[in-house]
């Protein structure tokens, strides 16, 4: 027989569950009835299957990038599948012209519901020197290409009191990690700006969520020569993307186990974490 203080115990992790799915339930998920869902970087990899995924759930999706050939061929593919996609060229480092592809994505097809920000590169990054170059245009994609999609989008959805924002940031933005000192540090922005406008985003109505892939076959991971552990496949990724949007917390961290063992290095020690790390990635070398 269970004892009162296991009993109570019990309740309390049953109210926490509760609570957590009220939240959960209380909180906006954009359907395809309220409108167009939004996708940076639409043109390969995460972005492409993603806005393909989203057609194939019901979403007129409006797609971005700078190849408007790329956005045309992805348009067919969504037709031959059933699905609309439309796609709208621009460059998300040019702030003017992701105001003016709002604009026009939302005269021409009603309120965006769902944006997706996920453009990103991963530039070619040498240790050992500092190139400021290089440090710039990854900042420029994938930070201020994520706020310009944001200030377009976010005085919209205000205004409307509703709307949904999943924004593409990386496992690599919870720590410091060896050769990845552009990429990394871009990620840990567009983290740390989730978690910070997620209090305003909830006054206001907007759902917003962090969206924290591992590895993924993309291009952007076709010719690293590193070890990836847990990798999985673009389409996967972006099944539970999707899911992730339509049912999923704050964050959309996977795989599972690379997202439970990533969390698990946050927590040790500078003293402890280092040279774990050096061990690690120089066995993984040693392999690769």
């Known amino acids: 027989m269970s004892s009162p203080r296991l009993r109570l115990e019990g309740i309390a992790a049953k109210l926490v569950r509760l609570r957590k799915a009220l939240t959960i339930a209380m909180t906006y998920r954009a359907k395809p009835a309220d409108g167009v869902a939004w996708v940076t970087g639409a043109s390969s990899g995460i972005g492409r299957a993603t806005a393909l995924e989203l057609a194939r759930r019901g979403f007129t ?5 700078r190849s ?3 956005l045309d061929a992805l348009a067919g593919e969504a037709k031959a599948l059933g699905g609309r996609i439309i796609g709208h060229p621009c460059d998300v480092t040019d702030e003017e012209a992701i105001e003016r592809a709002v604009a026009a994505i939302e005269l021409a097809h009603g309120p965006i519901a769902l944006a997706f920000l996920n453009a990103g590169i991963a530039a070619d990054w040498q240790g050992g020197r500092i190139d400021i170059g290089v440090f710039r245009e990854t900042f420029e994609v994938n930070l201020f290409g994520i706020l310009n999609g944001l200030a377009a989008l976010l005085p919209r959805m205000r205004e409307r009191r509703r709307g949904q924002i999943a924004v593409m940031a990386s ?4 720590r410091g990690l060896p050769m990845a000192a552009p990429y990394g540090a871009s ?6 700006l989730c978690e910070s406008l997620k209090f305003d985003c909830d006054r206001l109505g907007v759902t917003i969520q962090v969206v924290n892939p591992g590895f993924v076959e993309t291009p952007m991971t076709a010719n690293q020569k590193f070890p990836m552990p847990f990798l999985i496949g673009v389409e996967e990724a972006a099944r539970r993307i999707v899911d992730g949007m339509a049912t999923g917390g704050f964050e959309i961290a996977f795989p599972r186990r690379l997202a439970w063992l990533s969390k698990f290095t946050r927590a040790l020690p500078y003293a402890f974490y280092f040279p774990t790390l050096v061990r690690a990635t120089s066995r993984d ?3 690769a």
């Not at 990620?187 to 740390?192: D, L, M, T």
């Open 61 to 65: 999706v409006a797609g971005s990038a």
């Open 68 to 70: 408007a050939d790329a």
């Open 171 to 174: 496992l690599a933005g919870y």
């Open 187 to 192: 990620k840990a922005a567009a983290i740390h």
């Open 285 to 287: 070398r040693g392999k």
